[in-house]
């Protein structure tokens, strides 16, 4: 019997696997992919994984990521695993990196805070816990939830 996944390979562009179970519309949606007439986009929702049980998969053709595009990744997909295929072949895997510090990404939800009151001074977040995301303020001490995270992306 046949077991394995049957989704295409890609040709060029960027695989993002090992997503949680039902992010990857998430994922999507913080890569702006979806409204983009020339790229062809893949998404595989709750499929088996060894690893994970069920896991989301996007394929992205003729696309690359950037380091901004990676941050808000590890937000949403801590585990995911990027490659990037040229020609069929896998010429770069890595996992993304949830940074114990996030840096100018998110707004802090504290209106008074410094990092929303006197401009240039960039959010700085910390990693409290990874699942479920905490986050806490650099400048305010605030705790930011997932929910709170995941509604600015
Ligand atoms: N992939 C693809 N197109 C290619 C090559 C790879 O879409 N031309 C995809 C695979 O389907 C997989 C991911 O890129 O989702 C990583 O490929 P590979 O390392 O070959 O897969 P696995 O060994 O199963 O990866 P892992 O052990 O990380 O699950
Ligand atoms: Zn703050």
């Known amino acids: 019997m046949e077991t394995t996944l049957k989704v295409s390979k890609i040709k060029d562009g960027t695989v993002i696997d090992h997503v949680p179970a039902g992010k990857a519309l998430r994922v999507v949606s913080i890569l702006k992919i979806e409204n983009n007439p020339d790229v062809s986009t893949t998404i ?51 996992t993304v990196k949830l940074t114990k510090t996030i840096v100018g990404i998110l707004k802090c939800p504290n209106q008074g805070c410094i990092t929303n009151v006197k401009e240039p001074v960039n959010s700085e977040f910390s990693v409290v816990s990874e699942k479920p995301l905490i986050l806490r303020c650099f400048y305010c001490e605030r705790n930011m939830t997932e929910k709170e995270v995941l509604s600015q992306l």
């Open 44 to 94: 595989a929702m709750r499929v088996q994984s060894e690893k994970l049980g069920r896991k989301d998969v996007i394929k992205i053709e003729n696309k690359y990521l950037n380091r901004d595009d990676l941050d808000r990744i590890s937000l949403v997909a801590p585990d995911a695993t990027i490659s990037i295929v040229s020609n069929y072949q896998i010429k770069e895997k890595f």
